[in-house]
């Protein structure tokens, strides 16, 4: 393996204690094709930012011995008969963690200019699931401080706390504006908030964040995480050795009593902890420590945070190791793999076994392919969509009730959505990744009920390359999701499950209903960056997007034969798909209209995107009753297939509230 080096600039959001790092990136030479033939870019002269690095893996080679390719899948079709089914859990189960110094560029610049892409984007999965939870934090949270304002003017900004030691780790500093914007977003779409105390000076708390948080977002703050990893405290300088279980435990009885007698603080009971990353302390030792009994009644939720692997030398350097991705790529390809979700999740099942006894959400607070920004040509590729979903699931069936995927900023391989560089969004469009697919297919699979429970099915005889889950809602059989991990453009690992239902005897008889719905997440290889598709859909590909999902929804009906109680499912090699068993489950998590956005952000109608129907009801007579879909203006969009659907006359309507808007915005900051 030869060692590649690149500089990258200005690395931002990954570390309280790197404002601007060179970065040695380890990666294997020699990849010219994937066997779908997509030529890889010269990679050598590659200087650019990390997501938009074009690195291409292989696919993983084909296992051998080869799974098989026909095989039954009995299931039952009521709950009561299943074991081993997880606690209910909610469409919801996916968010996003976003750091805390990216905020800027993927929410919004401020209150006034919010980011529209993101919006659509998000009210894509809110359609499916009727809200998503964001979490704001990360390691740029512990430092965070308020002020009246920045020397730059902007909402967001890091500063050095001496200007004569230039490596002192910045401090981030933030205004008013960031309550307005997210309390902003979430008047626009059903967005909860988790935010972050900064604990960097346990002597001189920040408790602004809460106070504030609480009064501009109510009921949309879900709740306020206490300690960021604290099990890495000591390893980050953060606290002095030895900082043990026991003294974060202490520290956290001082933030609850702070806010406690804080008189601007009335709720106390939504604290989160200990999100312990488990590479420093295993979750036991909190728990050993007390933690939960000590705070049972303040404790909205109980935390880890996790990734299966890291990028951390690539990025830093120092004493860790690098990784040949190309070589372990395959550790995210099969069900049980070292970085699988069912791998990573083996070390919580205790302390998820202990919240569900304390009553208590159990919640992955901080997560994603690898930490330190993920790996080139992993991370944002079709494989880590097929791990994500394998993931998703896993996070239920091991019954966790979320999981947040993190958000870094330009230089981070594993967003699920990218914003344009600075200076090109008048111009450019979102580049949205093949994770940000995982959360819609998971959203689907699981509804939006809040009853699902799901069984992890291990079929064809355990075969770690083809995964299955059935998720039973309303305590009935609803959907059944199966992976296919193997790259075989050739057809022949495509791979047919004939999925039973009830049958065998008298008292449960045969329970295939006559046909069945089908949609695929498809891509012809793992190693794709783009060119992925969700029912037929898709986000388009690098700096193309505005959010929206684009061209027409194909679900396959899948005819079954009830006499022999059998229903073939098809999966191609790769590919995820997701079967319905009633209407009700196609129906419930199919949008009957995305809201779609036009805030202020659009001020250069290039990014125009859509015009929201509400406000539009609200604000001009119309009735908003029809679907007002206006097609991207964007340089280079391909929105071909949505602006047959634009509405004359929209335009002018969307300069009215834009001005609206902003009108009200100055007069709300005459002060
Ligand atoms: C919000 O950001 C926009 C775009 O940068 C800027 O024009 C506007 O002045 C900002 N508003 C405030 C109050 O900072
Ligand atoms: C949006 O932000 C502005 C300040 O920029 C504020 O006046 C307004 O009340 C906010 N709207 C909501 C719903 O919070
Ligand atoms: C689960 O955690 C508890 C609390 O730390 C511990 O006492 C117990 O031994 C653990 N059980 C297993 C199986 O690890
Ligand atoms: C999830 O919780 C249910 C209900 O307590 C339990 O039966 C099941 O074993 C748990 N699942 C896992 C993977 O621990
Ligand atoms: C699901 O739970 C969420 C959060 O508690 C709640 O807002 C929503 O109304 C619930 N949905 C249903 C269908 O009960
Ligand atoms: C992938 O999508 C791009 C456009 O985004 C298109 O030009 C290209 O032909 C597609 N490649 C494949 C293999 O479908």
């Known amino acids: ?47 650019g930012l990390a997501a938009y690095d074009p690195l291409i ?72 699931t009727g809200r998503f939870h964001i979490r704001v934090g990360g390691n740029t949270q512990e430092t965070a401080k308020l002020v009246e304002n920045t020397v730059d003017g902007r909402m967001i900004e890091k500063q050095s706390i001496d200007p004569n030691k230039p490596t002192a780790t910045p401090i981030l500093v933030y205004t008013m504006e960031m309550f307005y914007l997210l309390a902003n977003i979430s008047s626009l779409a059903n967005v909860k908030w988790y935010l972050g105390v900064p604990m960097k000076d346990i002597d001189d708390l920040r408790l602004e964040i809460v106070q504030y948080g609480q ?44 806010m406690q007698a804080d008189p601007n603080i009335p709720v106390t009971n939504n604290l989160i902890g200990p999100s312990v990353s488990s590479s420093g302390w295993d979750p036991e030792l909190v728990w050993d ?49 070292a970085y699988s979700g069912l791998h990573l999740l083996q070390k919580f099942l205790n302390s998820s076994a202990i919240a569900q006894a304390a009553n208590k959400p159990m919640v992955m607070f901080e997560t994603n392919t690898a930490s330190c920004g993920g790996f080139p040509g992993a991370s944002n590729s079709f494989g880590a969509a097929l791990w994500g979903v394998d993931y998703g699931m896993q996070l239920a069936f091991s019954n966790f009730t979320h999981g947040l995927l993190h958000v870094g900023g330009q230089n981070t391989y594993y967003n699920p959505a990218t914003p344009p560089p600075t200076g090109q969004s008048t111009f450019q469009q979102w580049t949205i990744s093949p994770i940000m697919y995982s959360v819609l297919v998971v959203a689907e699979a699981l509804g939006r009920s809040n009853t699902s429970r799901v069984v992890d099915l291990w079929p064809n005889s355990g075969n770690p390359h083809t995964p299955a889950y059935a998720i039973y809602e309303h305590d009935n059989l609803a959907r059944v999701l199966l992976i296919n991990y193997m790259t075989d453009p050739s057809g022949a690992n495509d791979y047919t499950a004939s999925i039973s239902v009830g049958g065998g005897d008298t008292n449960t008889p045969n329970a295939v209903p006559a046909s069945v719905k089908v949609k695929y997440l498809r891509s012809s290889s793992v190693s794709n960056h783009f060119n992925v598709s969700w029912a037929g859909q898709t986000f388009g590909g690098q700096l193309e997007s505005d959010g929206r999902l684009k061209g027409d929804e194909f679900i396959e009906t899948v005819a079954c034969d009830q006499a022999a109680n059998v229903c073939p499912i098809k999966v191609p090699a790769p590919a995820v798909a997701l079967v319905f068993f009633t209407d009700q489950a196609l129906q419930e998590i199919s949008p009957t209209s995305t809201i779609t956005y036009a805030t202020t952000a659009v001020t250069r109608t290039m990014n125009t995107a859509t015009v929201d129907e509400q406000v539009l009801a609200t604000s ?7 679907r007002a879909i206006m097609g991207s203006t964007s340089k280079g969009s391909t929105g071909a297939a949505i602006s047959s659907h634009v509405i004359p006359g929209l335009t002018a309507i969307i300069s009215v509230l834009t001005t609206v808007i902003i009108f009200t915005r100055l007069l709300s900051h005459s002060h």
């Open 620 to 626: 001009n007579g119309q009735t908003g009753k029809e």
């Open 1 to 47: 393996m030869a060692s590649w080096v690149r500089f990258i600039c200005c690395l931002y959001g990954l570390t309280t204690t790197h404002a601007a790092v060179t970065v040695y990136s380890q990666r294997p030479l020699g990849q010219t094709e994937t066997q779908t033939g997509t030529t890889t870019a010269a990679e050598a002269t590659w200087t």
């Open 57 to 128: 893996l292989d696919p993983p080679s084909l296992p051998d011995p080869l799974p098989a390719t026909q095989f039954g899948l009995q299931l039952q079709s009521a709950a009561a008969s299943v074991n081993g089914l997880s606690i209910p859990v909610s469409g919801a189960l996916f968010g996003f963690s976003i750091e805390t110094s990216v905020i800027n560029q993927v929410l919004g610049v401020n209150s006034s200019f919010i980011q529209v892409p993101f919006l659509n984007l998000i009210s894509t999965v809110i359609a499916r």
């Open 289 to 337: 420590a007390g933690f939960i009994p000590r705070f049972q009644d303040n404790l909205l939720a109980v935390t880890v945070e996790n990734y299966p692997s890291d990028n951390c030398f690539a990025v830093y350097g120092g004493s860790g190791s690098p990784h040949d991705i190309q070589a372990e790529y395959v550790n995210y390809l099969t069900h049980d793999g």
């Open 215 to 258: 009064q501009f977002l109510g009921d949309n703050l879900l709740g306020i995480q206490v300690g960021n990893e604290p099990d890495l405290y000591e390893r980050h300088s953060a606290r002095t050795a030895p900082y043990n279980p026991i003294d974060y435990v202490n520290e956290f009885g001082r933030v609850l009593e702070a």
